[in-house]
């Protein structure tokens, strides 16, 4: 049973094109994240969310939106693709309050290209 | 502005010895640490922590130090295995943002 599973693992797609990534946990955490990879390999936080409500919004083009029907799921919607979205985005999960003790459980990584 | 930095992007050791991986951070408001470990194709997991009211945790292989005065802390690894052949990823907390990652370094364990 994967504790964090994002959909999909690999997205080619074209400049200008809409694209979304699902993520699901089954972990029962009230804290959902997604972290973007890009090609220098810094982790960097995109948004958080705690039981549905946009906790964390980073400064991330408005062409990225996140929508949390439920505390299990946060999606990442992104419009317009641009050649520089290419990377790797990482959904997470946590417990509220997050601290040492807390920690982020990682899904394994949607890879997208934009050509 | 990286706030949580690993300068050294790869290293290489031999089976059996110890691995330290570095890592600097420039807040000091950061309060916790952590290292995550990555294989390819795969989520970042969570290896070992320190807390800032600490300077050592161990856990079984892997000790983390944490030097606050200097703002550095350190992972090692003994002995080293092939299996410990990963990016590993150090982290701090105590920010607005979460987790703040540094940009891994890339552990290679020769046979």
């Known amino acids: 049973d994967t504790a964090v599973s994002q959909t999909p693992k690999y997205l080619v797609t074209q400049m200008g094109n809409d694209k979304s990534i699902k993520c699901e946990q089954n972990l029962g955490h009230d804290t959902m994240y997604w972290y973007k990879q890009d090609s220098k390999k810094f982790l960097k936080i995109m948004f958080s969310y705690n039981n549905k409500e946009l906790i964390i919004n980073e400064t991330v083009p408005n062409r990225f939106s996140p929508k949390s029907p439920d505390k299990a799921h946060l999606n990442l919607h992104i419009n317009s693709l641009e050649l520089g979205d290419s990377a790797v985005y990482f959904c997470a999960s946590s417990p509220w309050g997050l601290s040492g003790a807390n920690v982020l459980t990682f899904g394994a990584g949607s890879r997208l290209t934009v050509l | 502005d990286q706030q949580v930095k690993q300068n050294s992007p790869s290293l290489s050791v031999q089976e059996g010895r110890i691995s330290i991986l570095n890592c600097d951070y420039t807040n000091s408001m950061f309060d916790y640490f952590l290292w995550y470990k990555k294989y390819p194709a795969e989520g970042p997991t969570f290896l070992i922590s320190i807390s800032s009211i600490k300077d050592k945790n161990e856990d079984g292989r892997f000790t983390v130090f944490l030097n606050k005065s200097a703002k550095h802390l350190s992972l090692h690894i003994v002995p080293s295995q092939p299996g410990d052949s990963a990016v590993y990823f150090c982290?701090?907390?105590?920010?607005?943002?979460?987790?703040?990652f540094g940009k891994g370094t890339h552990l290679i364990i020769q046979p």
């Open positions: 982290a701090a907390l105590g920010g607005a943002d979460g987790l703040t």
